[in-house]
Structures are given as structure tokens and as C-alpha cells.
């Protein structure tokens, strides 16, 4: 049973360029999450995905954007990327649009973007 | 303001020596707290606390919340170098009808043989 996996794993680009990282649930969950983890700090929600919508929002810009497919599957798109979007990008997967009482987010590996 | 705040922000210990970590949160409506633990890159699920005063064990940590203090410890006896981590807290904070899993900082727990 495949767990979340998320690539790409490790990615460099300049500034003003755009990214995207995806990831791939684990088995049987609905519901995707995205987190950014600078170095030293605890994950900052970004965006949660289910029934391909985005259900809810952190304290992000406009530039942080998503999707999900119908097989559950998300994208992370950032444009004009900035020195400070260097950081490692979580994604988190949960079932039944996770309500904070029905069991864990599973983790990926997280994909560490350099922005230079 | 932070609404999950975990203390020690690092601490260094030696081989079999015992430690206990500190969540504490601000949240209405609470639902669950949880602890996780990151070694490298994927932080992995270690309890999901509910209820107060119900200690969670789990090998050497063990884990309880107090919901009317508002905090929840996470114990490690007998460490070993193993447990060197990153351990997070999060708690789901309630935002448009929904709750959004809140990270701490974490506590950064480097164990020496």
C-alpha cells in the first residue's frame, strides 16, 4: 500500500521563475494538504484540496496555487518565486475532508525547493 | 499570535536520560491535539489526544492532554540517539466551518550516546 509520495524530491530554480510539486495520496484518502516548512520552523498550512476544490486557505498570496484531480491527486504551483519560498513543501493526505477528529494526516517526504 | 506553542525550542541530552515536551495551545472549540515526530523530511503520526487526563503510551513515549489548562506533554524515558528529532505538535484550529491542522515550531531533541 503506497504511501503518500511527492516529487519532485529536490529542486533549484531562480527567482521569478514558477514551480510545480505534486503529490499522490495515500490509497483510499480524498483529501490533500499542503504545508511549507522553512528551515527551523513548524509546517504553515497553505491550502486543503477535497472533491477537487480548495477548502480552506492560510496566510498565502495569490501566487501559491493548486489543483486536484479526480483521482485525488494535487499540484502546488508558485509563480514568481521569491528567495524566500526556499523551504521543504509537505503535502499531507487525510480522508473525508479531514475534520481534526476522525485520525492522522499521513505525510510525504516533501519536496525541498532552493529558490537562488 | 501563536495559537500552538511548544517548548523546549532544542534540547541536548545523553543516552537514557528522560524528557518531557510541551504543547500548549489557544483554540475554541477544541477537537484533538496531535504529536508527531520528524527525523529527516516526513513527519510521522506518534498520538492523537482527545480526551483529557487519558494518557497515551506507545513503547518509551507516552503522551497526555490537559484540556482545561490547555496543554498536553510528551514523554520520552530511557532515551536512546534514535529519538533525536524534531518533534511537532498540531492542533486544529477552527477556520470557516472547518479546522485547519496548526503546527508549533517544534522541539528539536538531539540525543548523545
Known amino acids: 500500500d503506497a504511501g503518500v509520495t511527492q516529487s519532485p524530491t529536490h529542486l533549484i530554480k531562480t527567482r521569478g521563475q514558477q514551480v510545480t510539486l505534486r503529490c499522490s495520496p495515500k490509497s483510499g484518502h480524498d483529501t490533500v494538504s499542503w504545508y511549507q516548512q522553512a528551515l527551523g520552523q513548524g509546517p504553515q498550512f497553505i491550502f486543503q484540496y477535497y472533491e477537487e476544490e480548495e477548502r480552506q486557505r492560510g496566510n498565502f498570496p495569490d501566487r501559491f496555487s493548486g489543483h486536484q484531480f479526480p483521482n485525488y491527486s494535487s499540484e502546488l504551483n508558485v509563480n514568481a518565486l521569491l528567495l524566500g519560498d526556499s523551504a521543504l513543501y509537505l503535502c499531507?493526505?487525510?480522508?473525508?475532508?479531514?475534520?481534526?477528529?476522525?485520525?492522522?494526516?499521513?505525510f510525504g517526504e516533501g519536496s525541498r525547493l532552493t529558490v537562488l | 499570535e501563536d495559537k500552538v506553542v511548544q517548548s523546549p525550542l532544542s534540547l541536548v541530552v545523553h543516552e537514557g536520560d528522560t524528557v518531557t515536551l510541551n504543547c500548549s495551545y489557544e483554540v475554541t472549540n477544541f477537537r484533538s491535539l496531535l504529536w508527531y515526530k520528524q527525523e529527516k523530511k516526513a513527519p510521522t503520526f506518534l498520538f492523537m489526544l482527545t480526551s483529557s487526563g487519558i494518557e497515551k503510551k506507545s513503547g518509551r513515549l507516552s503522551s497526555i492532554l490537559d484540556k482545561k489548562e490547555l496543554f498536553s506533554i510528551l514523554n520520552i524515558t530511557a532515551t536512546q540517539t534514535g529519538d533525536s528529532a524534531v518533534y511537532l505538535c498540531a492542533v486544529p484550529l477552527p477556520s470557516g466551518g472547518s479546522y485547519i491542522p496548526t503546527f508549533g515550531r517544534g522541539t528539536s531533541l538531539i540525543v548523545h550516546p
Open positions: 499531507a493526505s487525510s480522508f473525508l475532508y479531514w475534520q481534526g477528529d476522525t485520525g492522522e494526516l499521513f
